[in-house]
């Protein structure tokens, strides 16, 4: 895969890799996606606990967001969603918060 590669594309390169009960995909491909959360969360634990060189933080991370993307891409896919939808509705969301100055702060909706 080429290094342009667009969230299109990935999304559609993803569905052609995925082998999972098509009945409870949800479930599935949820739990996939906070199991690899789990995963990156571990990493970095362990870079805090064992003091790993940067050099192989950087290569375990990208390994392991490298799975989310793919959970992120097909849980996009099984419920309708383009990929590249979801993540530009996420920047517009965060511009708005940043213009109306409530970027920080908790809760859904500021």
């Known amino acids: 895969m080429k290094r342009d ?5 990935y999304q559609a390169f993803a569905r052609t890799t995925a082998v999972y009960p098509a009945e409870r995909r949800l479930e ?24 790993t060189s940067e050099d192989e933080l ?5 390994a392991e967001m490298g799975d989310v993307c793919w959970y992120l891409a097909e849980l996009c896919s099984a419920a309708g969603l383009d990929l590249g939808d979801v993540f530009a509705a996420n920047m517009r969301k965060l511009q708005d918060r940043m213009d109306r100055g409530v970027i920080k702060g908790g809760g859904d909706h500021r």
């Open 5 to 9: 590669t667009t969230l299109a594309d």
């Open 28 to 51: 599935y491909l949820g739990l996939g996606l906070a199991s690899e959360a789990g995963e990156v969360a571990g990493v970095v634990k362990k870079w805090i606990r064992d003091g």
């Open 58 to 62: 950087r290569a375990r991370l990208a």
